[in-house]
């Protein structure tokens, strides 16, 4: 599939935190490869990025809930950068913006200025 080769997942480890960005679309044929980033998380702080994400399905909706279980799970802490209102509008419809912890910018979940973007 064309769309699964155009897509990537950047994995930048900080301290006491993992962050997660995506580019592309997330879907049935992505979804896996975010799932594996995210699950190499191990404590702290997951950030997942969705800046550069232009689409999200299901599958997408259904891997940010398993990680938002797994944090509430664990202890840990699970922050979601927004992405493009698209992808907004998606949790707003679903009704999952007041059970996620949503920022504008992986520095504000990681408490510094100096995360690349």
């Given at each position: 599939?064309?769309?699964?080769?155009?897509?990537?997942?950047?994995?930048?480890?900080?301290?006491?935190?993992?962050?997660?960005?995506?580019?592309?679309?997330?879907d049935v044929a992505t979804v896996e490869r975010v799932g594996a980033a995210c699950a190499a998380?191990?404590?702290?702080?997951l950030v997942l990025d969705l800046r550069e994400v232009g689409f999200l399905d299901s599958s997408g909706l259904r891997l940010v809930l398993e990680c938002q279980r797994r944090a509430d799970e664990c202890g840990h802490r699970f922050v979601v950068v927004r992405g493009p209102a698209s992808v907004q509008r998606l949790f707003e419809l679903v009704g999952l913006g007041h059970r996620l912890t949503l920022v504008d910018e992986p520095a504000e979940a990681l408490g510094d200025a100096d995360v690349a973007p």
């Open positions: 599939m064309q769309r699964s080769a155009e897509f990537t997942v950047h994995v930048t480890r900080r301290p006491g935190a993992l962050v997660v960005a995506p580019q592309g679309e997330i998380h191990e404590r702290g702080t």
